[in-house]
């Protein structure tokens, strides 16, 4: 039954990767939910999904990223330039931890529900503060952006969501919500690239038997879950509505740290 496996990961990665309650930390109680009957590529199978999330943001937001290419080549200080270099800004923190740090981190979370569980709480109590609060109508600074990134950085840690965390805090800093959301969903593009490549790079194919058919089943599963999602979210933070997700990851997290308590 791995390509079955292989679908309800596809399903989780492709919500959870945008809509605010960890997609690290599903992946990691689902994995340990489903137990022997997770597709044996692993590695490979989890470089598929991000693969397929990465691809669903860049459908969402064709428009924005041609519309940045095409200020970049004009090779002139415009607002392409200022938000790229935005972007480069935000991802310094996340790609620091990530190239020396993020094995560690892995380590220390796996297949422990209770520190999971612990992180979707924190990730509960952003999101209520995000949406209890006002926004300012604040542009993205650099100072902005390196916090934001900062946020991103965290959100490392099975449980907390990378884009609840970034949503979260650039709204707390006054940043208008679509905005937010948009600056949140594109910065992490070029990590997730970046971070392909790297997984890329560990992945022993000469060794790896694979079977294909639970890695496009997940693929297919992640691409149109994630494009689905993506649009979701963008839609649920203009309308101040992430304190249905923060309930969620509060009941979620609880439940994590009891099972984890109580086995």
């Known amino acids: 039954m791995e390509w079955l496996s292989a ?7 492709g919500l959870t990767e945008f809509l605010p309650v960890s997609s690290s930390g599903h ?13 044996q590529e692993g590695l490979l199978l989890t470089l598929v999904l991000h693969t397929a999330t990465a691809l669903s943001t860049l459908i969402v937001f064709r428009k924005d990223i041609l519309e940045i290419l095409k200020g970049l080549v004009e090779l002139k200080m415009n607002a392409s330039w200022l938000f790229a270099s935005l972007i480069v800004i935000s991802m310094l923190p996340a790609a620091g931890i990530g190239l020396f740090f993020e094995e560690q981190v892995a380590l220390l979370f796996e297949g422990r529900l209770g520190w999971v569980g612990v992180a979707l709480v924190l990730t509960a109590v952003l999101l209520r503060l995000a949406d209890s609060s006002k926004a300012a109508g604040n542009s993205l600074t650099p100072k902005n952006a390196l916090v934001i990134g900062l946020a991103q950085a965290i959100a490392i840690l099975p449980g907390i969501s990378r884009s609840g965390a970034t949503i979260a805090t650039a709204v707390l800093l006054g940043v208008e919500r679509e905005k937010a959301a948009r600056f949140s969903f594109l910065m992490v593009i070029p990590l997730i690239f970046g971070s392909m ?5 560990d992945v022993d194919f000469a060794s790896t038997e694979v079977a294909y058919t639970p890695l496009f089943i997940g693929f297919i599963t992640a691409f149109f879950t994630g494009i689905l999602a993506c649009r979701w979210m963008i839609a649920l933070v203009k309308k101040s509505q992430l304190t249905y997700f923060a309930v969620y990851c509060l009941v979620v997290g609880l439940v994590a740290m009891s099972y984890e308590f109580f086995r």
Do not use: C, N, R, T
Request: aromatic share 8%; charged share 15%; net charge neutral.
């Open 197 to 201: 490549f790297k997984s890329l790079l």
């Open 27 to 39: 992946l990691e109680l689902a994995k340990i939910l489903l137990g022997d009957s997770v597709p």
């Open 7 to 13: 679908f309800m990961l596809g399903v989780i990665q």
